[in-house]
């Protein structure tokens, strides 16, 4: 495939990867969004999560009805979970303000998995975070 202006592809300029270690307490989501806001990152993709955590909550699709508004379910697990995988991104918004959206794989202790949406997560032993920066031009 080739770029072009008004391909749905664009490339990008990565810039540091950055790793870091939560520690237990310590909110997953909020956290990440704290640490980018502190040191000036508009964008970025999370390149690996591996940790354990406790009270996940997840916010998943769950329906999108013909012509209606996305539905969505709430779940809140308050369990020792091991993260098996993470991935999402650092997004800036219009205005100037950032997202910080993740999406999570985590296992029980039986080894059954849950996962989606996070909105939340609080860290239980740690959790190891590799963010790659994406540089502007």
């Not at 000036?40 to 955590?53: K, L, N, W």
């Not at 406790?54 to 697990?77: A, W, Y």
């Not at 959206?101 to 032993?125: F, L, R």
């Not at 590799?130 to 031009?137: A, C, K, R, T, Y």
Request: aromatic share 4%.
């Amino acid at each position: 495939m080739i770029l072009t202006e008004n391909s749905d592809w664009a490339t990008v300029k990565p810039g540091r990867l950055l790793k870091r270690r939560f520690t237990p307490g310590e909110q997953l989501v909020s956290g990440l969004d704290e640490f980018a806001r502190a040191n000036g990152i508009t964008s970025a993709v999370i390149v690996s999560c591996i940790g354990s955590v406790t009270n996940l909550k997840l916010h998943n699709l769950c329906s999108v009805p013909d012509g209606g508004e996305p539905e969505f379910q709430d779940h809140d697990i308050s369990a020792v979970l091991e993260i098996v995988s993470a991935e999402g991104h650092i997004a800036p918004l219009p205005g100037g303000d950032i997202r910080t959206h993740i999406h999570i794989v985590a296992a029980k202790p039986s080894g059954d998995v849950i996962g989606g949406h996070c909105v939340e997560a609080t860290i239980c032993t740690s959790a190891y975070v590799f963010l790659q920066v994406i540089e502007s031009d």
